[in-house]
C-alpha cells in the first residue's frame, strides 16, 4: 500500500493502517476518516494516420524522454471526452474531437505509484501535432513497429502491442 496519505483531510490527525472489506487501507483514530486510494482518472487518444500511430514523447517525469499516448488527467467537472479535447489542444495544439471508447487500463503513476485508471479513446485530429506543453516530441509511428520497449508505462506497452497485432480494434 502506498504512503501518500499520512495525516487526516479531515482533522489532521495522524492516519494508521487498518484492514477493511479484505483491504488494507488508512484510517484517522481520532475522526474515523478513511483514505481509500482511489483511482485519478486520465484520458489518452489513440490517432491514427493511415497504418500509423501518434506518439508523444515525454518532457517531463515520470519517465521523462519515454513514449507514451498523448492525454493526462482530468479536472474537476470535466468529462473525460472534454478532458482529452483539452489535453490534446494543450500537448499537440491541435483542435480533436474524441471518438469511440476502446476501454479502461488501470496504472500507476509517479513516485509511490499513485493508482490512474486510464480511458482510451480513438481520436481524430484537426491539424498538424507539434510538440507542446509536457511533450518534447511527436512521431507517426507503423502499426504494426511501435517502440514498445521505449512505451512509459506497461499498461500502454500492453495495450499498444494489443493495437498492434489488431487485437484492439478501431471501427
Known amino acids: 500500500m502506498a504512503q501518500r496519505a499520512r495525516f487526516c483531510m479531515a482533522c489532521g490527525a495522524p492516519l494508521a493502517a487498518v484492514r477493511e472489506e479484505g483491504q488494507v487501507r488508512r484510517r484517522c483514530r481520532r475522526c474515523g476518516w478513511t483514505f481509500y486510494d482511489n483511482p485519478v482518472p486520465a484520458v489518452l487518444g489513440i490517432a491514427e494516420r493511415g497504418q500509423r500511430v501518434l506518439l508523444a514523447r515525454r518532457a517531463a517525469p515520470p519517465h521523462r524522454g519515454t513514449w507514451d499516448l498523448p492525454g493526462g488527467f482530468l479536472e474537476a467537472g470535466e468529462t473525460p471526452e472534454r478532458a482529452l479535447v483539452r489535453e490534446l ?68 506497452r500492453r495495450a499498444l502491442a494489443a493495437y498492434g497485432r489488431g487485437a484492439l480494434r478501431l471501427p
Open 89 to 156: 489542444r494543450e500537448e499537440l495544439g491541435v483542435r480533436a474531437t474524441a471518438g469511440r471508447f476502446l476501454g479502461f487500463f488501470t496504472e500507476t503513476y509517479g513516485p509511490g505509484g499513485m493508482p490512474i485508471l486510464a480511458a482510451v479513446y480513438r481520436v481524430r485530429l484537426a491539424g498538424e501535432p507539434r510538440a507542446m506543453s509536457d511533450v518534447s516530441e511527436v512521431r507517426w509511428f507503423p502499426r504494426r513497429r511501435l517502440p514498445l520497449g521505449e512505451i512509459a508505462f506497461p499498461a500502454m
